[in-house]
């Protein structure tokens, strides 16, 4: 199955990257979660170290551009096979990155994007 891996994960229920680590769990999707604060959302353990994440085959990005530098390299290093900007994510520095890595760069809303079936 395809690992999704939230980055970003907020443990406050109203923010987006909440709601979407419930939706993909809701929708079976194989899901981790990487946030600032160690925690649960929903069942998924959110983890504060990059290291335990492998086989990631979608990022889902819930850091504005700003806080993305510093993890260009973690990114990278996980090899995952598309990563998705949410609104306020935008970076097209960073999409430069991924695309020369070969990894697929998509510009959308992961909670849309689940509730139209198009994940």
């Not at 170290?49 to 990005?61: A, R, S």
């Not at 520095?93 to 697929?104: A, M, V």
Request: net charge positive; with cysteine.
């Amino acid at each position: 199955m395809k690992q999704t891996l939230v980055f970003g994960a907020s443990l406050k229920s109203e923010r987006y990257s909440n709601i979407a680590v419930k939706r993909l769990v809701n929708k079976g999707i194989q899901t981790e979660a990487f946030g600032l604060r160690r925690g649960n959302i929903g069942g998924i353990e959110v983890n504060t170290n990059l290291d335990k994440f492998q086989d990631i085959h979608t990022i889902t990005l819930y850091l504005n551009p700003q806080r993305q530098k510093q993890y260009y390299k973690d990114i990278l290093a996980l090899h995952p096979k598309r990563v998705i900007f949410n609104p306020g994510t935008e970076n097209p520095e960073f999409y430069k990155l991924l695309k020369e890595s070969n990894i697929e760069v998509e510009v959308a809303c992961t909670l849309v994007l689940l509730a139209t079936g198009q994940y």
